[in-house]
Each structure stands twice: as C-alpha cells, then as structure tokens.
C-alpha cells in the first residue's frame, strides 16, 4: 500500500510541477521547438531545473543499498545505441513536435477533459498496444528451436 500511495504522490506532484511550468500547454511546447521563429525557451528552464536536482541527487540516491520502498533499484541493463531506440526516439520526436505533447504532460492535461487531449491520450495508449504486439511477433520470429526443443 506504502508503494501505491508514494507512486500516487509522486505522480500528483509531477503532474503539478508540469501544470505550474505550463508544460501542459502545447503551445508552450511547440514554441521550444520552433527554434526558426518565435522562440519560447521555458521548456530550457523546465529542463535545467530538473537536471539541477537530478544531477546531484542520482549518486546520492544510488549510493544507498536500496530505495525506500523497494528491495532493490531497477536501473535499465541496456547502454548501446541501436536502430530500435534511434527509431522510437524519432517518433516520439516527430509526434512530440506535431502535437505538442509527451505522455507525461498530456495524462497530466488529461484532468481538462479536452478533447484534443483525450484523443492523444487514446492514440497513445494504441500505438503502445501496437508497439508491444510489433515486438512480441518480432520476438517471435528472431527465436530458432533446435532439434531438442531448446532454443539457439
């Protein structure tokens, strides 16, 4: 219950922080990216104070034996560069840049009920299911049986 209730939190106060810079705002947004015309440069502001407390607070945190309210940390196994990652992050740019949202200002701008939004929130939550299913099938093709039932 502790894990549920600090998730909720720390979600409310991401959600907080994003509605208090305006980062539910996609023009504010799409101003950042506009870099040929009108640019808006809060979303550097939004960034630079998140790197000024993740920067220094990650060594602490991991210097730890373990978090708060888990057994241990779960940090990401995977460090090279490869055509998967390079490709998702051209979508999420391209998509980013189009509609002027990312998934946690737009489930934060959710609360508005606007329609705009309930409708990326939707279209995101399809092409994650899509995207799970593309990677399922490709799982699935990549792996060989051997003669013994084994896999290669």
């Not at 993740?54 to 060594?59: D, E, N, R």
């Not at 373990?66 to 998702?88: N, Q, V």
């Amino acid at each position: 219950m502790k894990t549920v209730a600090s998730s909720l939190l720390s979600g409310f106060i991401f959600g907080l922080g994003l509605a208090v810079s305006q980062m539910i705002d996609p023009a504010r947004v799409i101003g950042f990216l506009d870099v040929a015309g009108r640019w808006d440069a809060t979303l550097l502001f939004v960034m630079g104070g998140a790197l000024a407390v993740t920067v220094p607070g990650f060594p602490v945190i991991l210097s730890r034996p373990h978090p708060l309210l888990a057994p241990k940390f779960s940090l990401p196994a995977k460090t090279e560069i490869d055509r998967p990652l390079i490709i998702g992050a051209a979508i999420f740019g391209v998509g980013w840049g189009l509609a002027g949202f990312c998934p946690g200002p737009a489930l934060a701008a959710l609360a508005s009920l606007s329609p705009s939004v309930v409708l990326f929130v939707a279209a995101m939550i399809a092409g994650q299911w899509l995207a799970s299913r593309v990677e399922l099938r490709s799982r699935g093709a990549s792996q060989t049986v051997c003669d013994d039932g084994g896999q290669l």
